[in-house]
């Protein structure tokens, strides 16, 4: 009975910060103008150096907007380090954020395209991660097809340009990007080769 209870503690918690930071998505679209150089203006970015947002999931974007306002907050010392994004937020409200996150995520997700000559092996390291290495499975924490888990604010990292994922990736063995909740990407970057950094971002790319 007692954890029963903490788990109600903990579950209507949860939901009272969720209402708090609710976003609204129509005040999103107007605050999301200035993204839209960048992003695109349905959050579909039309360079590969600039992630898609369009269907990402709202609490994992929720995140990311606080972690870069962190950045901008304590010199990079905090939250997730990068200059033009710690620039945009720097003036950003809660529910500026919350809106924006709200916005996007209403989207319809991206859809690329992954090479054909790399599926079955982008799909098996992606399913069984690489045994012989210790490199986990990406699809326990982003799901067989990359979609990520909401709740758990774990991105959709399906349809994204591969080399803004792999960008990441590499960000995350460097350590460079260090805002990933108990370092787990760091730990399993720090498994991966650069082969296998670059076959997981273009099979990611076509993957939903």
Known sequence: MKKFAIFLG???GTAGIAVAQSGDAEAGKEKSQVCAACHGPNGESPTDMYPHLAGQHEKYLLKQLKDFKRASETGGEEGRNNPIMMGQVASLSE???ADLAAFYAAKDSPKGETPKDLIAKGEDLFRRGNPETNMPSCAGCHGPRGNGMGLAAFPDISGQHAAYTKSQLEMFRSGERANDPNG???GV???MT???IELL???LSGLY
């Open 10 to 12: 903990l579950f209507f």
């Open 95 to 97: 529910q500026d954020m």
């Open 184 to 186: 787990m990407m760091q």
């Open 189 to 191: 970057t720090e498994k």
């Open 194 to 196: 650069d082969e296998e």
């Open 201 to 203: 971002s273009k099979f």
